[in-house]
């Protein structure tokens, strides 16, 4: 018989090893998912917690309202507001993004529709809200690169800024959203191949991912696409069936199953099956995995495996929307959903659509310059060459095909070359440097007529590229009439800048450019829709009349002085074609590359990939 003393030991000794193995057990739960409950599920990028700005009469006055939410980029269009709070102490209150320009130390301001979409005066201020999970998406001017600031504010009359902030949220420098990620690697690297190879793995969001052109021969009975928690499949690892097919998954068929077809593969790690356990469907995230492949279950082949170190990509990727607890949603958030194949119940629950039977749609990629988890990206190598990355969607997508940039020569002169892609219109002009007044002083300008049935200089809208002192510059012009602008009295019915006469710059300049190889060249981006009431809006149904002029350009002034050459036909351009290149005549003036894959400004670019 054991005395009750040493009872008593042997028993708190047991509670002291059970403590300290659920304390271990608690470290090394942290560790994998490493993040807290807070955190949980992954909602994208952390911007931070709103801080309320203090209102009252007295300095020890206690303010009379509440705001608080902790704000996130969920991808490059939507933000999501976690336990956000606005009791209604305060009226009018609407929701800001805030946009400050170093070069003119100027403020944008935008109203971030709350319910409805809107502009100007027809937004609603927002209603009361209780420790709601809100999703909204941001106005089509602005992302998430350029807002320096979000904030609760009134509005003055106008519609169009800010009376007085009640909460505010700096965004942190240098944020990036996140976004789908290139991952460098592909399946194929096994000793023992089974005829296996992909093109691009790409990390979709965070609970799935897309493998791009499977091949697989078939050859095991019993081989399953994978994952596993550590950097090799193993049986300890996961199958995970493709495309939503049933759970638990079939052995894999040769792939693609038809001959010259392609057979792409998206994984939902939600689905994620461990053989032989209990509870067998677990939930993964791609945090969760450090590698995918094509692996046999019972005789432990490696067919095709590739490293995914998920844990690198928190924050980098886009949160799968269907994981989001949603209490409120915005119009536009709930049309961008949809058009990323989610379906939305009366609740504003957020549930995956069944995949198209014409085949999976690939993940559209935004390349970021500064983070090379990103994937491959586009940079000019002229050191010149400002620090917005060259705008595609696809790099590699663009270098399997052929012609994928549009182009024209117009007048016999000037070529104009464009693509077409999220909203965005990518430009590049090229002309012969010949016909410029002056090397050391000179502008091109181009864009839209001002009338609708011929080529009307008065009333159009252009962005205008010049050289001066200061290298390679981009403005915006309204040419409201023939009169130079008067920098101090600007005017709409001279030519002047958009911004000085109540409008935006929108047209931001791509890569490098300027006057070279005998060619003056440059390439701009804008978006199709103008953000004002000065522009013109892009159309891409119908063709429409374009303008173009070059001449000196006052460099004291940075304004044109007059147009030494200009268009002289009836120009027609249909931006919303398909691809189609005409601009083979002028190869061998301009430098294009060889097979009319890239614009020239953008053929001596490099490739930075993922280390």
């Known amino acids: ?46 911007i931070g917690k709103l801080k309320q700005i203090k209102k009252g009469e007295l300095p020890n006055q206690a303010p009379a309202f509440r705001i608080s939410g902790t704000l996130y980029a969920v991808d490059e269009q939507l933000l999501y507001i976690h336990d956000f709070v606005y009791d209604a102490g305060i ?86 959203y996140p ?104 939930s993964l995230t791609v945090f969760d995995v450090k590698s995918v492949a094509i692996y046999d279950r019972t005789y432990g082949t490696v067919f095709g495996d590739a490293p995914l170190d998920g844990g690198v990509l928190r924050g980098k990727v886009p949160a799968a929307m269907d994981d989001l607890t949603v209490h409120r949603m915005s ?33 559209k990629i935004q390349l970021s310059a500064s983070d090379p988890t990103s994937g491959e990206q586009l940079m000019s190598d002229d050191p010149k060459a400002g620090k917005e990355p060259l705008p595609r969607d696809n790099v590699l997508d663009d270098l399997s095909r ?35 007044p002056n090397a050391d002083s000179a502008y091109l300008a181009f864009g839209l007529s001002g009338s609708s049935k011929t080529v009307q200089m008065v009333g159009s809208d252009v962005t205008l590229g010049f050289v001066g002192p200061k290298g390679l510059q981009l403005r915006d012009f309204i040419l409201g009439g023939k009169a130079v602008c008067n920098i101090s009295d600007p005017s709409a019915d001279a030519v002047c800048p958009r911004n000085l006469i109540g409008g935006k710059q929108i047209s931001r300049l791509v890569g490098g450019g300027g006057n070279a190889d005998g060619m003056f060249k440059f390439s701009y981006r804008r978006p199709l829709q103008t953000t004002d009431a000065f522009g013109k809006d892009i159309p891409l149904d119908v063709p429409v009349y374009v303008v173009w002029s070059i001449g000196p350009m006052n460099v004291a002034t940075e304004m044109p002085d007059y147009h030494s050459v200009h268009a002289t036909g009836n120009s027609l351009l249909h931006f919303g074609r398909s691809p189609e290149n005409n601009c083979v005549v002028l190869k061998k003036r301009t430098d294009l590359v060889e097979d009319d894959i890239l614009p020239p400004i953008l053929a001596n670019s490099t490739f930075v990939n993922l280390p």
């Open 91 to 176: 009226p009018g209150m609407f929701l800001w993004a805030i946009s400050y320009e170093e070069r003119t130390r100027k403020e944008n301001t935008y109203i971030i529709p709350f319910t409805k979409d809107c502009t100007g005066p027809t937004c609603t201020a927002i209603p009361a809200v209780w420790e709601e999970n809100v999703l909204v998406a941001l106005p089509r001017q602005i992302t998430f690169d350029t807002i320096t600031e979000f904030a609760l504010a009134t509005r003055k009359n106008d519609y169009a800024t800010i009376k007085e902030k009640y909460a505010s949220i700096p965004v942190p420098s240098g944020f990036k």
């Open 331 to 363: 119009e536009k958030a709930a049309s961008l959903l949809r058009d990323l194949h989610y379906e939305i119940s009366i609740d504003n629950g957020i549930q995956s659509l069944a995949l198209p039977r014409n085949g999976i749609p690939k993940p």
């Open 1 to 46: 018989m054991i005395p009750t003393g040493m009872t008593l030991m042997t028993c708190g000794f047991c509670i002291f090893l059970l403590i300290i193995f659920d304390y271990c057990h608690s470290l090394q739960s942290k560790a994998i998912n490493n993040t807290t409950d807070s955190e949980r599920p992954y909602k994208g990028r952390l």
């Open 402 to 436: 052929n012609h994928i940039w549009n182009c024209e020569i117009l007048d016999n002169l000037l070529e104009v070359q464009w693509k077409v892609q999220n909203g965005y219109i990518t430009v590049t002009l090229s002309a012969p440097s010949s016909v410029l």
């Open 179 to 282: 976004r789908p990620v290139i991952m460098p690697t592909r399946l194929g690297h096994s000793v023992i191949s089974g005829g296996v190879s992909s093109r691009q793995i790409i990390v979709q969001d965070s609970r799935r991912i897309f493998i791009e052109q499977v091949t697989f021969d078939g050859s095991a009975s019993d081989a399953f696409f994978w994952v596993d928690h550590g950097s090799l499949p193993t049986p300890a690892g996961f199958m995970v069936p493709p495309n939503n097919d049933e759970t638990p998954p079939e052995p894999l068929p040769r792939l693609p199953k038809e001959p010259l077809t392609k057979y792409d593969a998206l994984l939902d790690l939600r689905r994620a099956h461990r053989p032989g356990k209990t509870g067998n469907v677990h």
